[in-house]
């Protein structure tokens, strides 16, 4: 009689025990489904050019420069650039911009892609010096755009005219930082920019037309934090821009191999298995990323974001014209990369300098306060030391822009 309990209990832990593990079964093979569908076993081909050893595919200088230049921050990350070699001289190529990359419901005016072609050139420079070439630029060589066929324009006139010299004497600090994220939205640590990192960044303006401003006073960083917070507040509940993003983002592997560009999980920080899981539960359970979701998480990021900012800066021209576009873009990404080098991160709060009609009078606001001697802010940034690395993202295969327009 005292074995009968006993021999009950034994059973009854094997029930338990036989549960708990067909639940483990059905979990694992459940998050096994999902990192599956999320595109775990696929292999990343949007992030080829990120490897140091990419440009080596090329035998021509010129294309060995355009691989690096690939990895240049753009607006939504569209890429807009092709690039033509120059059949006759095999020194020169010309950077075009791609109108069939254009973002028209956040950037009516092109704006942010003409600053986009100024970071591409950067980076073809900084890639020039260390293959011991310098990259001289000519900009708008065959004249301006035709603003009323702006893409017409943009197909038949170049931005640059890009010539390569042979220089023995050609070097730069800022190459390894090519290979970095180029934005880092979380919040960033406590520690404030020292008087030095701020003279060495603020020195980059002295050789270019657009003007690069440090502000850290508590007044400031309020107020442009504030700013950052109204510019995403405004964009999220505007439809044509909130689709716009939606059309460009790719929720798996497979998605980011064909595109290429855009939006992707990365942007939120997101890597390793989390970036595969995250991909596989927006692929079968999309609305766990409608726009509610995403206007929540973007307002929580800035929010986040400004109340964890060592300064901001901010990158003005005296005028509006494209020349002046693309030379604000090419200190931007200067701007940024020494940033890197230096060990610091940063992130675009750019949305309120956007020219769409809901945002015209935070728009104002901000120039009111900013640019008392009626200039141009071309970027709003915030820059700090990080608390977390983030992934890189897509970029397009450097042999997808060459073009004959």
């Not at 035709?146 to 170049?158: G, K, Q, R, V, Y």
């Not at 999309?286 to 990021?301: H, M, Q, T, V, Y």
């Not at 640019?371 to 608390?387: D, H, P, S, W």
Request: net charge negative.
């Amino acid at each position: 009689m005292s074995d009968v309990p006993v021999v009950k209990k034994h059973r009854v832990r094997r029930l338990v025990l036989t549960s708990f593990g067909s639940v483990a079964a059905l979990l694992a093979l459940g998050v096994g489904a999902i990192l599956t569908v999320g595109g775990l076993f696929v292999p990343a081909v949007y992030l080829q050019p990120w490897s140091t050893a990419y440009y080596q595919q090329f035998s021509d200088p010129r294309m060995q420069v355009v691989a690096h230049a690939v990895l240049a921050p753009s607006g939504h990350n569209m890429q807009p650039w092709t690039v033509r070699l120059d059949v006759a001289d095999p020194e020169v190529l010309y950077l075009y911009t791609d109108p069939t990359r254009l973002t028209p419901a956040v950037d009516p005016l092109a704006r942010q892609t003409m600053v986009s072609e100024g970071t591409f050139l950067a980076y073809l420079q900084v890639a020039a010096e260390h293959l011991g070439y310098t990259a001289s630029l000519g900009l708008f060589p065959d004249g301006a755009y035709d603003e009323t066929d702006l893409e017409n324009s943009m197909s038949a006139l170049p931005v640059a005219r890009v010539t390569l010299v042979k220089d023995p004497s050609a070097a730069t600090q800022d190459y390894a930082s090519l290979f970095l994220s180029d934005t880092n939205r979380s919040p960033y640590t406590a520690a404030p920019l020292t008087p030095a990192e701020t003279n060495v960044l603020t020195a980059l303006a002295d050789a270019s037309p657009a003007t690069l401003s440090i502000l850290s006073d508590a007044q400031d960083m309020a107020t442009l934090g504030g700013f950052g917070r109204q510019g995403t507040l405004i964009e999220t509940r505007y439809v044509p821009a909130t689709r716009e993003s939606n059309a460009v983002f790719s929720s798996t592997e497979q998605a980011k191999n064909e595109s290429r560009s855009g939006f992707a999980v990365e942007g939120q920080g997101t890597g390793g298995f989390m970036k595969y899981f995250l991909q596989g539960l927006i692929t079968i359970v999309p609305s766990i990323n409608d726009d509610d979701s995403a206007a929540k998480n973007a307002i929580a990021l800035t929010t986040a974001g400004v109340e964890h900012t060592a300064a901001y800066a901010l990158l003005s021209t005296p005028g509006n014209t494209r020349t002046d576009q693309v030379e604000a873009g090419i200190l931007y990404a200067q701007f940024s990369l020494r940033a890197r080098t230096l060990g610091l991160v940063m992130q675009p709060l750019s949305r309120v300098l956007q020219e769409y009609p809901t945002m015209a009078a935070a728009y104002a606001a901000i120039h009111e306060q900013f640019a008392v001697e009626g200039e141009t802010i071309q970027m709003l940034v915030r820059i700090g030391t990080a608390t977390t690395e983030y992934p890189v993202t897509m970029r397009r295969d450097a042999n997808a822009l060459v073009h004959t327009p």
